[in-house]
């Protein structure tokens, strides 16, 4: 296909991941005679959805609330987890695939001992809204050292959910990749350079293609594509995994189809998980944040992962045996870590769904759902009226909090990753001395933050690092 060639849609989402294929899948079911085009990478390089563990967890993903922002924060991405979840209950049952996709059917959530203050005060947060939702379930004693014989220790603490799953993210891109093909959805393998606004024109290195409607899913690339000032920057969360291709893992933990995860254990840390796979096993997820531009992966996080298997699950014997691949996507977050989600207000022609750091696969399904209404005119209902406004794309940026609560989220959320990462002894002589260090540092991180950007509000504290384009450190001493 050369450069001047131009096809024109009715709907034309841009980008190929799990958000982009389930509102492309949802158009075309929804109005069948529509010509509806979606276009990406045909690799899905960097793609978050396929780097992703592929949880459909939505209790595990919460955390304490460290302002009055974050808890609307929390309560919109409760909302689209639910949402989601649901949804894809619906889409595994409408096509007949929960055999085919359904890697795991139930999730166990524990707290290490020794864990610290930070991912206390999430389990605790988890736990709660588990048991308000009635999906709490009790694991025995005697479970729990079984699932843990070859580790270091039992957990503290756990919870079983039953429902909260996982899809194999390589059988869901093939289904979907055939689903396309039989609703007759036009896949168009390229790179995407802009979209002129106002003129519904998208321009390719294949090509230049005009749609009635257009639904930009293209995660960390977003703001980029789009190029309007009025669209805060989309900053990338690196995800590193592992994908482990041993078959079969002979031990307790393995033999069920469950995934085994902590909640969020520092900042923009996802803390550890063990998900099934059909082929394996998937190990993650460590994350780091940057700007813009190429990224690798940080080593540091491939020792984490080895080591936090090896203690906390496997064992050396069987961490030893291990074989697989490193795996890498690109977390989409705003500057204020709130989605960017819904219509432009520049024109009401385009819609998009980003910013939705590690949940996107999860609430596909939810964000498809108001693609959907937009689309009919309709309104959304996912969330309120009010939610919506909170994540409008062109919307100014929120809050994290107050100052003062922004230094002290910094702070905890790194003495939790020094912790985890062993650069800092769980002991309250060693941690108070390091939250007197990191309090210092934080206050200084955000005023050079707010001077480099000129923004007068306090943007999400996982983000101040990288929006100086520094390292994201865990401890200012040794």
């Not at 780097?51 to 609307?72: D, F, L, P, Q």
């Not at 491939?302 to 064992?315: A, D």
Request: charged share 25%; proline share 3%; hydrophobic share 40%.
């Amino acid at each position: 296909m050369s450069r001047g060639v131009c096809m024109s849609f009715d709907y034309l989402v841009l980008g190929n991941g799990a958000i982009g294929m389930f509102a492309a899948i949802r158009l075309k079911e929804e109005f069948p005679s529509a010509r509806v085009g979606i276009i990406g990478n045909p690799a899905r390089r960097n793609s978050a959805s396929v780097a992703a563990g592929a949880m459909c967890n939505v209790y595990g993903e919460i955390e304490n609330a460290a302002s009055t922002n974050m808890k609307a924060l929390q309560e919109i991405s409760l909302a689209f987890g639910v949402a989601g979840r649901s949804g894809w209950i619906d889409f595994l049952n409408t096509h007949n695939l929960r055999q085919k996709l359904v890697s795991a059917d139930k999730t166990l959530i524990f707290l290490k001992d020794n864990a610290s203050a930070f991912e206390s005060g999430n389990f605790a947060r988890a736990k709660e809204a588990s048991l308000e939702a009635g999906i709490y379930q009790e694991v025995e004693t005697t479970k729990l050292e079984s699932l843990f014989a070859q580790a270091e220790s039992v957990p503290r603490e756990a919870f079983l959910i039953d429902g909260e799953f996982a899809l194999d993210s390589k059988e869901l891109f093939l289904t979907f990749s055939a689903l396309c093909e039989t609703l007759g959805i036009q896949v168009l393998g390229a790179e995407i350079e802009n979209i002129e606004i106002g003129k519904r024109v998208v321009k390719t290195n294949i090509g230049i293609f005009s749609a009635e409607k257009i639904i930009v899913a293209l995660g960390a690339e977003t703001q980029k594509i789009i190029g309007l000032d009025s669209i805060q920057s989309v900053l990338r969360g690196v995800g590193t995994a592992f994908q482990i291709s041993n078959r079969v893992i002979d031990a307790s933990f393995a033999s069920e189809r469950m995934v085994i995860r902590t909640v969020n254990r520092g900042g923009a840390q996802c803390g550890f998980h063990f998900v099934p796979r059909k082929n394996g096993y998937y190990l993650g997820a460590g994350n780091y944040i940057k700007a813009d531009g190429e990224s690798s992966h940080r080593l540091e996080t491939l020792r984490y992962l080895i080591n936090t298997f090896e203690s906390e699950l496997g064992g050396s014997e069987i961490t030893y045996l291990l074989e697989g691949d490193i795996i890498k996507g690109h977390r989409p977050r705003a500057l204020d870590g709130f989605p960017l989600i819904g219509s432009l207000i520049s024109d009401g022609s385009i819609f998009v769904a980003s910013g939705t750091n590690r949940a996107g696969l999860t609430w596909a399904p939810a964000i498809a759902r108001q693609v959907i209404s937009w689309a009919k005119g309709e309104n959304q209902d996912v969330i309120s009226p009010e939610q919506a406004k909170l994540i409008s794309p062109e919307r100014r940026p929120i809050n994290f909090g107050s100052e003062l609560e922004a230094i002290d989220y910094y702070v905890e959320s790194r003495i939790g990753a020094a912790i985890e990462h062993g650069k800092l002894e769980n002991r309250s002589e060693f941690i108070d001395i390091e939250r007197s260090r990191l309090r210092e540092y934080a206050n200084e991180l955000l005023q050079k933050v707010q001077t480099l950007t000129g923004l007068d509000m306090v943007p999400h504290p996982d983000h101040w690092a990288a929006i100086l384009d520094k390292p994201s450190l865990c401890v200012v001493s040794k």
